[in-house]
């Protein structure tokens, strides 16, 4: 007997590589409502099914769907309902999968290809769309993380909270260096440094990338090492920024600045140390 034809697959990822549009997915994807009434349940529901958890696999206890949620996309939900209501608002066409997508890639840092079978989009649109949304998601740094003075009461002495933190990257290719070493993941990695006020909700600076061993945390705060002039080092560090009389709260790596610095020790109270 001769077998029946095979159905026809649109957007079938056998040789994946062509840009395919959101109608010709190769797989079906639950449709979610609208951005702007979305609740932060919302967000976790059509989240988690995007990547898999079924309405049917969803009913756990919140912790764990809490769990999955951040295992795939990073963020708490809260703040990711409030990035898809900003970017909804500032560019109107903002698909709640394609954010997702974004946040997935972000997270996990899958290649292509293996986003292209968790997804069920072409490599050539996902590299594209990725890189849109995340252009999209920077647009925002400048609007909202911005180093104001006059932010702080003139009572307050301690104003923010400084450290850095390191992103583990892949190997740099064209640029290869020993610098990129990351000594608490050993592994390849970018450091930036972020700043936070300590009487206010939002954050006030970040910094980077640099190469995550090349310069020690005092020396990207300061803008260059103790044996560089003052006049001589990046004017735009973090050190600059801090008005006169007023100081950052860090730890260790900030010692022997007293004048601009408080370092956390044994013994201070939970109010500095937190």
């Known amino acids: 007997a001769t077998p029946p034809p095979r159905p026809k697959r649109e957007g079938s990822r056998i ?23 979305m609740t932060t349940e919302d967000v976790v529901s059509f989240g988690l099914r995007l990547v898999g958890f079924g309405k049917e696999r969803q009913n756990v206890g919140r912790k764990l769907l809490h769990d999955r949620f951040l295992a795939f996309y990073g963020p708490d939900p809260r703040s990711v309902k409030d990035l898809l209501f900003d970017l909804k608002e500032e560019f109107n066409d903002t698909s ?46 400048e609007k909202m993380i911005v180093f104001d003075p006059d932010l702080f009461d003139d009572r ?29 993941s050993n592994s390849c990695g970018l450091k930036y440094e972020a700043a936070l006020p300590i009487r206010h909700a939002l954050p006030v600076w970040l910094k980077g990338p640099h190469m995550a061993g090349d310069k020690h945390d005092k020396t990207v705060f300061c803008g260059g ?24 709260v860090g730890d260790s790596a900030y010692e022997g600045m007293a004048d601009i610095m408080l370092v956390r020790r044994e013994g201070h109270s939970k109010e500095t140390t937190n």
């Open 15 to 37: 040789g994946g590589g062509g840009h395919q549009s959101p109608e010709n997915k190769s797989l079906p994807r639950p449709q979610p409502m609208d951005i702007v009434v």
């Open 156 to 184: 307050e002495i301690h104003i923010i909270s400084v450290d850095t933190f390191n992103c583990t990257t892949e190997e740099m290719r064209q640029t290869p260096s020993t610098a990129f070493f990351d000594h608490k």
């Open 225 to 248: 090492t103790q044996e560089t002039a003052k006049a001589d080092r990046d004017q735009s560090a973090l050190y600059f920024k801090i008005p006169p009389k007023k100081k950052g």
């Open 96 to 141: 709640f999968a394609d954010v997702m997508m974004t946040l997935n890639w972000a997270k996990r840092y899958d290649v292509e290809h293996v986003l292209a079978g968790r997804w069920g989009y072409g490599e050539k649109y996902i590299g594209a769309k990725i890189k849109e949304i995340a252009k999209r998601i920077q647009s925002f740094f």
